[in-house]
């Protein structure tokens, strides 16, 4: 193996915007699109933070691509847009692909959920 996951996750965050929850907290109260790119059974038995959007991990590219059949209006390049997984990993990986795809105002929740609860904020339970 050339290059392991852990490193592909550091050269990625290396290379993008680190939020803490503090920092997120705040770009969701001034608007930004919040998007969980954790699978349905983690949103479900971890919670998610209110407001965020689901999309998982496997179909992003797809939702953010305007040429795509399953593209989804939220993902606008124009906007800003704070991704969010379990630990940070998965997000640093979509954020720094969606700013590949021309999303240049992206950055990610570093520590995931677990850091946002971690610091005391909210999540709301899914069905």
């Not at 699109?33 to 407001?51: A, H, K, Q, S, T």
């Not at 124009?78 to 954020?95: E, H, M, P, Q």
Request: proline fraction near 6%; charged fraction near 25%.
């Amino acid at each position: 193996m050339s290059e392991t996951v852990a490193t592909m996750v550091q050269e990625a965050k290396a290379g993008i915007q680190n939020l803490t929850p503090s920092e997120v907290s705040a770009e969701a109260e001034a608007g930004a699109l919040l998007i969980d790119v954790r699978e349905e059974d983690e949103r479900r038995n971890n919670g998610v933070i209110p407001g965020s959007v689901p999309a998982p991990r496997g179909m992003l590219e797809f939702y953010a691509d305007p040429a795509s059949p399953y593209y989804r209006p939220e993902f606008r390049t124009d906007r800003r847009i704070v991704l969010v997984c379990a630990s940070g990993g998965r997000s640093a990986l979509a954020t720094a692909t969606l700013h590949r795809m021309g999303y240049h105002d992206v950055a990610h929740l570093d520590g995931g959920i677990r850091a946002w609860v971690e610091a005391g904020y909210a999540v709301d339970e899914t069905q």
